[in-house]
């Protein structure tokens, strides 16, 4: 149903022994939303990430994708149901060109008297087509991937994932190593997946960023949401003391 939430987290929680990195996590994200997710380093942002998308199993808590409760036992399964995690370093094979990467494990063959053919041309034809489509400019799809700048291949990447159907993507800290411009297209193909109805989690200490790119901003500080709300309805102002916890530091003393 529309109205139902991509991604919903219901009181998520991970122990790692006696540490425990997520104390009860909720919060949802829409189809075509982009959600920033903030806070300090070990927050747990990335260990939530890795539960979404199937490199953990939280504690306790629930999962909903498209309002099914899910646990996925591996980042395959998270991937065959529209969940993709991007990183900073990109899972493309350098030493081959863009169609290739596109369509490695999915290449389109054809028969010819029991010999299977790749079929080259139309799959670099689906390749241009797909990029063209989210505005990407690459000189040749036959470029091999090394010689391609960072922010081309983080487009390949997106773009692949929208290709094949993809219906969340997290980006964990996709602009850190990459310069103004290459920052300002990425976060120009954000705003174009999510247009598409794809949901998007971005990670990021950049909260410019956030604030160019989100519709909503949640703040994780010591494993719990401190903060969730409308990146209309707030300022960086609002959310720093969010993330570094003065904010209850304050109230606590007024208390």
């Known amino acids: 149903m529309a109205d139902t939430p991509l991604l919903q987290l219901e009181e998520i929680t991970k122990n790692f022994g006696a540490i425990q990195a997520l104390r009860g996590i909720s919060f949802s994200i829409g189809r075509g939303e982009v959600v920033a997710l903030l806070g300090d380093n070990g927050a747990g942002k990335s260990t939530l990430v890795k539960i979404i998308s199937g490199g953990l199993e939280q504690s306790s808590g629930r999962i909903l994708f498209e309002g099914v409760e899910r646990k996925f036992a591996s980042p ?52 241009a087509k797909t990029m063209a489509n989210a505005g990407t400019r690459i000189p040749s799809l036959r470029t091999n991937v090394e010689h391609l700048s960072g922010g081309q291949r983080q487009a390949i990447e997106l773009n692949r994932f929208v290709h094949w159907g993809g219906k969340l993507v997290l980006l964990d800290e996709p602009f850190a190593a990459l310069g103004v411009e290459q920052t300002r297209r990425g976060l120009e ?10 949901g998007v989690v971005i990670i990021t200490h ?29 300022s960086p102002d ?6 570094t916890g003065e904010a209850l530091q304050g109230q606590a003393q007024q208390a």
């Open 238 to 243: 609002e959310v720093v003391p969010m993330i």
């Open 76 to 127: 395959a399964e998270a991937k065959a149901a529209g969940i993709e995690t991007v990183y900073q370093d990109l899972s493309l094979c350098t030493n081959v060109d863009v169609v290739a990467n596109f369509f490695m494990g999915r290449e389109i063959v054809k028969k010819w008297f029991g010999i299977p053919i790749l079929q080259e041309a139309e799959m670099e034809a689906a390749v």
């Open 206 to 234: 950049i909260m410019a960023q956030a604030f160019q790119v989100a519709d909503r901003i949640v703040v994780i500080r010591h494993g719990v949401v401190a903060g969730d709300v409308k990146r209309t309805a707030t």
């Open 189 to 198: 193909m954000v705003k174009r997946i999510a247009a598409q109805g794809i």
